[in-house]
């Protein structure tokens, strides 16, 4: 047996002869729908092709059925008691604007009262008047609980999707974008072109909200991209354009400290780019101010993937200038050597940079390939010398 709902209590109620009218108008639901029918066409033709024509009567019957119901005080049966939330949802499910659908629903009132004061007559028109109220007031409790489900359901739309996107990134991460059908499947679910070109960025843990805010930014111009945690790190993946370069994204990236891999075409080089990027994040200098190039962090990029091999380099290199050298010394020893590979490997540039003479100079480089049997002014030695210094950097020393 169908359990039939009480009317929800109203104060005070309407009087009898609004409820002797609802009732009248029940045995002729369906001539009620007719009439709201050909008010919303308009508001309905923009989205007639999501809902169909079935759909759409059988649920504006329900409706009135519920609206006259509840102002004729009678029981609600269980299948029209949650006729506005399942509106609300399906409508929203289906893509049917929300401005449209609630505008519709609002036609219910002028149908309804519409009925009414025609069954009233001349007569009964002044009483009917009083009980607009209660007209009014179930027609909005109709739009509300629309109004409720169908933003609950974007929400929870909302939700599944960035579920969807954040599952298909990871899996095209983890397939090294190796699985041709896997990559178009991610280019869908992302939003991606799968012959685009892309540019990456890798924040690394606890300096995730610049580049979050950068995302944010960039999401509001349109632009496509993916912001997804993975392991400690954020990473974000945006697909370049005319309008888009890689330039102009570097400038939303401005005070994000993040690595930054070159850029790549394909979706299928997505994966290998956020390598790199993360890469470029493990080596940033200690308060970095933005973002960082794996084309200038090559050798601090390599120094880190030799682990201990790096530290193992700049002991075997370096050491020369902990065998009884003067801290002071060695520390001038190493700032010569670094402005000297830094430059050009001119001597009289690199006494210019440090306001010293250039005979000052080679004395030090020359100091320095005794300590440490590496000349930096020789091309094969100046190589170790370079990977030495930024394995230092790195602490390996």
Known sequence: MEHMHPPHPTAPPPDSYVVALARQCLEDVDSLVGEWAGYV?????????????QDFRDSARQAFELLLRTVARLPV????????????????????PLDALL???????????????????????????????????????HVTGIMTAYQRTILEMGRRTEDERRLWFTRLLDSGGRHPTLVRDAALALGFQAAGRFLCAVAPGGGEAPLRRAAHTLRTLGV??????????????VQLGPRVTAEAVLARLDGTPCGVSPVVTGLTEVPHAVSL????????PDHAAGPRRLADSWLDVLVHRAGDLGGDLAADVLGGLRNGVPPAEAERLLETVRVHLSG??????????????????QQRLTRFAELTGRDPRRPEDAALVILALSAGRLGRL
């Open 277 to 284: 990027a993360t890469a470029t994040a493990r080596v940033l």
């Open 224 to 237: 496509p991209l993916q912001q997804q945690a993975v392991a400690s790190d954020l990473v974000l993946v």
């Open 41 to 53: 066409e308009p508001v309905r033709a923009p989205y007639s092709d999501l809902v169909s024509e």
């Open 77 to 96: 049966p269980d299948h029209l008691a949650g006729v506005s939330e399942r509106v609300g949802e399906e409508r929203a499910r289906q893509g049917v």
């Open 344 to 361: 050009g490997g001119s001597v009289a540039d690199t006494a210019a940079a440090l306001y010293c003479h250039r005979n000052t100079v």
């Open 103 to 141: 505008a519709a629903a609002r036609v219910d009132f002028r149908v309804v009262w519409g009925a009414l004061v025609r069954r009233a007559g001349d007569e009964g028109r002044a009483e009917l008047v009083t009980s607009a109220y209660h007209v009014w007031e179930a027609v909005e409790g």
